[in-house]
């Protein structure tokens, strides 16, 4: 453990309520460049508490970058300047001393601010209602390998399927687009025997959910692709576009 | 065909519309380009002005005009369409913008450079179309382009907007491919690669005019 204790000075976004009119408050925090930055948080709310003030409210599960509730934006990157981990991965040693931090919430219209850092994320979960899954009747087990997955077809769909939904591509997008998350969502069922049943509909419903719930739309940027915590690839969009192109073309949902 | 329409409509239909017409509008680049080259012939204008005769009586000429437009159009409508929604999709900005950490100048600035190409259009049609084929002002076209690059401010801004052209398909090129779902592993290195490739030699060989006639031509 590092005796020396990093000065830095915080700007976080408070914000009473999703009404309420927000700002960026300033905390000077010394901490230890072993901390993580939501233990940081964590301390800061102990003081704020102490005082009988309100602790700063954030989101944070599991705290080992696998739920994907923690979702910040940090001097402008959702989960920091750290390429591929999620905000609790993200460790105060990454920061020099006498540092300004900003502290945002995820913005989009589609993720309103419910109070101080905490988004509103269920129209993720909206788009996955439409789509996220397969349909198979339940019944005795299946014998292990009945259907033959080459390996590099299975590693490409779990490379998919690796999104954690934590939003970050919406939140670094220029134009709040939600495309490389319903991209991996729609890729993981894609490249599976699984998926292929429902995969016309599956394509057409999910980018429909998606454009319902206020997410801009891909110009290609690849910013998602550079902020993603679980580095999914922007060739699941390309697929997501090739996808939805024959689904539109071959289905007969004329409606 | 409400399912079309509805298609089009959509996120990814958008833009599939931008990419068609992306793609159309480069490749109408490449001819506008070569058929320009014959400015350079330096025999007083003769194999430009052969040429702009030719293509001022070309069967379906018309037609041809009115595809063209309709491309343009509907490129500028769709990604002005585009620019709004996607500007209402994150109504509160962030206090710190770190975007040149995550993505390219060339694809945050679309709109930015495509802007100025759009006011750039409209003087290059006024000075070059307006004049040769509606007002008819002088029918040697040579001469219209040698006056008007004569003019030491309108060539720069001219240059400077070639540049930014170049910025502009560096990105819409690439980004095309992508929309058409064309990612793959040996080939997008090599599409990137073109782009990079096709955007400068627009960019230097429409340049290339203004500054001809700036400093080469006619001995001054």
Known sequence: ????KLKLKLKIWRQPGSDAVGKLVDYDV????????????????????KNNQEPIVFESDCREGICGACGLVINGQPHGPVPRITTCQLHMRHFKNGDTIYVEPFRAKAFPVLKDLLVDRTPLDKILQVGGFVSINTGGVPDANEIPIAKDVAAQSFDAAACIGCGACVASCKNASAMLFVSAKVSQYALLPQGQPERQRRVEAMVKAMDEQGFGSCTNTYACEAECPKGISISNIARLNRDFFSAKLKSKNVS | MSWLLESLNSSIGKKILMAVTGISLILFLVGHLSGNMALFANDGGKSFNAYAEFLHHLPGLMVIEIILASVFLLHILNA??????????????????????NSTIFSRTMVQTGSIILIFLIVHLKNFWYEYVILKSNDNLFEIVVETFKDPVYSGLYILAMILLGFHLNHGFQSAFQTFGWNHKKYTPFINFLGAIYSIAMAVGFASMPIYFLFFYGGN
Do not use: C, G, H, T
Not at chain 2, 80 to 100: H, T
């Open chain 1, 1 to 4: 453990m590092s005796d020396v």
């Open chain 1, 30 to 49: 010394e901490v230890s460049p072993d901390d993580s930055f939501l233990e940081m948080l964590d301390q800061i709310n102990e003081s704020l508490e």
């Open chain 2, 80 to 101: 002005l369409r585009l620019w709004v929604e996607n500007k209402k999709a994150r109504p509160v900005k962030y206090a710190v913008n770190a975007s040149s950490k």
